[in-house]
């Protein structure tokens, strides 16, 4: 890659569409939040730990990341997390992100959603602040569970409503269709949450159909498997629904056995709205910005694919118009500026 592309991709004002905090959970941090809180880690060392993070498939990656999210106790844990992740959008010049989190992952273990949602939301007021990178929270259903389990969290969110802008469904994809969550999605929806939901990593082009018709989900994570169907391509394109891609998850869990083989190139000539992002930057070894560079290389996307890459990220978010211009218009004058 040579130097003015990289320059090019650190410089560019980007949104991050599809993170899960949980899985920003850098190995020091884990360490270090472990030990202050007394809690066992069955790992020797940062090293060590790393060197588990090789997966052969979704299931295999959610295992350890539950793990890992096990020493999470405190406000202060979930904000020094969140605070990290935020300081790393800051670098890299992610402007605005649409952060995910597990409340189930946590409360299943006696942990409050209040003690959850107000560390994350204690760190993003921050960051807005300090660093002026803004942020939306996606509370995100855990599919392995069930649809009862999945209202109660419902039902705990309500207190702390005005904080989450939209509801997501992640965890293991193959078994537990989006049709499952039909009801729940229908009473978050009428709570004033916006449906989105993973679809279609490495569940088929069925579970898009369902996401996007019985959830009725307003954008689409992952959905690599939507190019199995023209039918569904030709749909998604109509009704205007945007993909959050995650190159470098894509490789780590075998979505996709090499870069150069990755459909997001294929994708944007069918004229799919697609994003570029980290899903879970400590385990799939890169934050977004290397997602950004690794694509590039491998297929050889120009600088123009890029700016539009970026310009689908600001977009396809969940921002208010008046903020989401305001990126657009800082965008376009560093690209005109460096193209
Ligand atoms: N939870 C965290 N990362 C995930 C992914 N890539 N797919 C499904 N659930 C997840
Ligand atoms: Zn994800």
């Known amino acids: 890659m040579t130097n003015n592309m990289k320059s090019f991709i650190a410089q560019l004002p980007k949104a991050e569409l599809h993170l899960h905090i949980e899985g920003t959970f850098e190995p020091s941090l884990m360490f270090e ?33 539950y793990q890992g999210a096990g020493v999470l106790i405190h406000e202060q844990d979930f904000y020094d997390l969140t605070y990290s992740y935020l300081e790393k959008c800051a670098a890299q010049n992610v402007r605005h992100t649409e952060i995910m989190f597990d409340p189930q992952t ?36 855990l ?7 999945a209202f109660v969290t419902l039902e705990d969110s309500l207190p702390f409503k005005h904080k989450i802008t939209a509801i997501g469904l992640d965890s293991s994809e193959k078994g ?42 307003k954008r689409i994570d992952h959905g690599n498997n939507s190019l199995q169907d023209d039918k569904l391509v030709e749909e998604i394109v109509k009704r205007d629904l945007a993909l959050t891609v995650c190159p470098l998850s894509n490789t780590a869990l075998q979505v996709v056995k090499d870069l150069k083989d990755h459909p997001l190139k294929t994708m ?58 305001q990126y657009l218009k800082e965008l376009e004058t560093f690209y005109l500026a460096n193209k």
């Open 33 to 65: 939040i472990a030990k202050r809180n007394g809690q066992f880690i069955p790992f020797d060392s940062v090293e060590e730990l790393e060197k588990a993070y090789k997966f052969d498939c979704l299931q295999d990656f959610l295992d350890i990341y």
């Open 106 to 141: 946590h409360t299943d273990r006696g942990v409050s959603f209040k003690t959850v949602i107000n560390g994350i939301t204690r760190a993003c007021d921050d960051a807005r602040e300090k660093l002026g990178v803004s942020s939306l929270l996606i509370m995100s259903y």
């Open 143 to 149: 599919r392995h569970l069930s649809e009862e389990e």
């Open 176 to 217: 537990n269709p989006p049709s499952k969550f039909k009801n729940v999605f229908a009473a978050s929806v009428k709570e004033g949450y916006i449906p989105l939901a993973h679809a279609g990593e490495e569940g088929d082009a069925d579970y898009v159909w369902e996401a996007i018709d019985v959830l009725g989900i």
């Open 268 to 325: 944007m000539e069918k004229g799919m709205n697609v994003t570029i992002n980290s899903d879970d930057p400590a385990y799939f070894g890169g934050q977004v910005n290397k997602n950004y560079e690794e694509i590039q290389e491998a297929l050889g996307l120009s600088k123009e694919d890029l700016y539009n890459l970026a310009k689908n990220s600001f977009q396809y978010s969940l921002l208010d118009n008046v903020l989401k211009q």
